[in-house]
T-cell receptor, first 109, second 118 residues
Framework: GQQLNQSPQSMFIQEGEDVSMNCTSSSIFNTWLWYKQDPGEGPVLLIALYKAGELTSNGRLTAQFGTTRKDSFLNISASIPSDVGIYFCAGLGGNQFYFGTGTSLTVIP | DAMVIQNPRYQVTQFGKPVTLSCSQTLNHNVMYWYQQKSSQAPKLLFHYYDKDFNNEADTPDNFQSRRPNTSFCFLDIRSPGLGDAAMYLC?????????????????FGPGTRLLVL
């Protein structure tokens, strides 16, 4: 089936640094979603993107819907320890929903 | 607040002993999903209900069954749990509107049930 590739697979950063991660697909999507999953919890929706080129912010998080509709990017500015977790992208097209492979983020105080 | 609720949060069962996990939602969404997630992996879809219509993924083992008695509740039954079934089980909901460019909308997840098989 469809696979969304996320990179990097894992990141170790110092508190206060900015973070960038991306998600790419071989197919186009109508909607891109970004979720964060804390250990032992379910994924929580961070940002939803509905239009190619769209740039949306949620606090220190900013995500973009790539103009080709085959990729999306998530940036976190001035990271803090509670940003630790796994970030998943997801793509929606028609009646299909696909998860990315995940990016594990560790923030070192 | 509208939400997706899973009970219990942690479940311990014995090898081969049937177990049922439950999910309820107050979002009034017409689609409910069950995912299995193993450590450091993305959630893997087991099956979903569109209203009362059950949709099984091709690679979901027969050991996993589901029931949706009404819009708000959905159950995951594992008939004979094996050691390999130990995982986090996630319930999610969404609204599906046929005829739109995006028939399926954003999925909202519950907190999950961690299953341990002894």
């Amino acid at each position: 089936g469809q696979q969304l590739n996320q990179s990097p697979q894992s990141m170790f950063i110092q508190e206060g640094e900015d973070v960038s991660m991306n998600c790419t697909s071989s197919s186009i999507f109508n909607t891109w979603l970004w979720y964060k999953q804390d250990p032992g919890e379910g994924p929580v929706l961070l940002i939803a993107l509905y239009k190619a080129g769209e740039l949306t912010s949620n606090g220190r998080l900013t995500a973009q819907f790539g103009t080709t509709r085959k990729d999306s990017f998530l940036n976190i500015s001035a990271s803090i320890p509670s940003d630790v977790g796994i970030y998943f992208c997801a793509g929606l097209g028609g009646n299909q929903f696909y998860f990315g492979t995940g990016t594990s983020l560790t923030v070192i105080p | 607040d509208a939400m997706v609720i899973q009970n219990p949060r942690y479940q311990v069962t014995q090898f081969g002993k049937p177990v049922t996990l439950s999910c309820s939602q107050t979002l009034n969404h017409n689609v409910m999903y069950w995912y299995q997630q193993k450590s450091s992996q993305a959630p893997k879809l087991l099956f979903h209900y569109y209203d009362k219509d059950f949709n099984n993924e091709a690679d979901t083992p027969d050991n996993f069954q589901s029931r949706r008695p009404n819009t708000s509740f959905c159950f995951l039954d594992i008939r004979s749990p094996g050691l390999g079934d130990a995982a986090m089980y996630l319930c999610a909901t969404s609204r599906y509107t046929s005829g739109r460019a995006n028939s399926q909308e954003t999925q909202y997840f519950g907190p999950g049930t961690r299953l341990l098989v002894l």
